[in-house]
């Protein structure tokens, strides 16, 4: 813990520096050093779980030093106590916010565990990695955008920029929400090698994975509507809101999985997301107004409801297959191209994005 906290303001560095590259090579070596040795310790010296923690302990040694050189550069001898109490101000709300958002992202499991079996939790939990296609690109705009909108937040079209991003992110997240949906079983139950990505007598749960992909896709929109939160420094609200959404979730789960099962669980996540997301917005709207380009995102709102009575209305009637699920995509495409992109802002936002 000491060395992967000491590690974490150079990588902060580094994401505002916009160095990415180097960020990511340091981020696998890592994530190498840490596989390889578990896989040494354990496979050929026959260590046990202590195996696990020296692992980690290596790597996050080895890292920790490939970062002194960034950490030595940076280190200058002084103590500001104003900023210091600054930090204080805008860091210590998180502590409490940082619970809540875990338990948002772990309490339904153990309260599945109590008010289920094993089976539903093992169903659950392997339908639940299939979200990880849309976590991963929350996670990755999450990198990117808020080196983003800190070192964008003071020029004069900042919060126009800010609006095409929130734009294009909920248009690339509702295309992997819909192709994702729709392929997901036939991705899941793929035959690669003799082996598919869950296993059979898992299948049964690969109808709430569309319930997942949404809540990670609301959960995107939790984070670009940080940014309000922290060009005003208002993060006093982060605790609240994400104690919002861990009441919501808890709540929903208890209400909901007795009837709904695994369903119910999906959806008490979704609901928190959809909670924590509102009330971001709230805030920032409050704060730091954003001025959305409603139109847009209406439009494509609209497209993905139409993509879902489609889909259902097929699966339920019989009728749906591969080439029916295709022309959905195309459908929902060709929709896109002609309604809501606009190469310039695509352009635009690239090139702030990429730059360097």
């Known amino acids: 813990m000491f060395f992967d906290a000491n590690s974490v303001i150079p990588f902060l560095k580094l994401r505002l520096d916009r160095k990415a590259k ?3 090579v340091l981020r696998i070596v890592n994530i ?5 040795l578990n896989v040494f310790l354990i496979v050929k010296l026959k260590w046990g779980i202590e195996a696990v923690f020296v692992s980690n302990l290596i790597a996050s040694v080895i890292t920790w030093l490939l970062v002194i050189p960034i950490i030595i550069s940076n280190f200058r001898f002084s103590f500001h106590i104003q900023l210091f109490k600054r930090l204080l101000k805008f860091g210590l709300p998180y502590l409490p916010a940082g619970f809540a958002v875990m338990l948002v992202q772990v309490i339904d499991v153990p309260i599945m565990q109590k008010l289920t079996d094993t089976k539903t939790v093992a169903i659950y939990k392997a339908s639940y990695r299939l979200g990880i296609f849309m976590m991963l690109f929350v996670n990755m705009f999450q990198f990117a955008w808020q080196p983003f ?3 964008n937040a003071k020029e004069a079209n900042a919060k126009e920029m800010f609006s095409k991003v929130m734009t294009y992110f909920t248009l ?3 295309i992997l929400l819909v192709v994702l949906s729709l392929f997901i079983e036939d991705i899941a139950k793929a035959n690669l090698g003799g082996f598919s990505l869950i ?3 898992f299948w049964e749960g690969l109808y709430i994975v569309p319930v997942i992909l949404l809540g990670y896709l609301f959960n995107g929109f939790y984070v670009v509507f940080s940014a309000g939160i922290f060009i005003e420094e208002k993060t006093i609200y982060a605790p609240i809101v994400a104690g919002l959404g861990a009441i919501t979730n808890i709540a929903a789960n208890y209400l909901l999985i007795p009837h709904l099962s695994i369903l119910g669980a999906a959806l008490a996540t979704l609901f928190s997301y959809v909670v924590m997301a509102l009330g971001y917005y709230i805030v920032t709207q409050k704060y730091y107004h954003i ?3 409603y139109y ?3 439009k494509i709102s609209i497209a993905v409801t139409f993509i879902a009575a489609g889909y259902y209305l097929l699966m339920y009637g019989g009728y749906l297959n591969i080439y029916y699920k295709i022309i959905l995509v195309l459908i929902f495409f060709s929709y896109l191209v002609t309604n809501v992109i606009e190469k310039n802002e695509l352009n635009l936002i690239k090139s702030k994005l990429l730059r360097r």
């Open 296 to 298: 847009k995102l209406t």
């Open 291 to 293: 001025n959305y380009d």
């Open 199 to 201: 296993g059979r007598n």
């Open 172 to 174: 690339t997240g509702t």
């Open 22 to 24: 180097l960020f990511s």
């Open 32 to 36: 190498i050093l840490n596989i390889g």
């Open 149 to 151: 909108f800190l070192n």
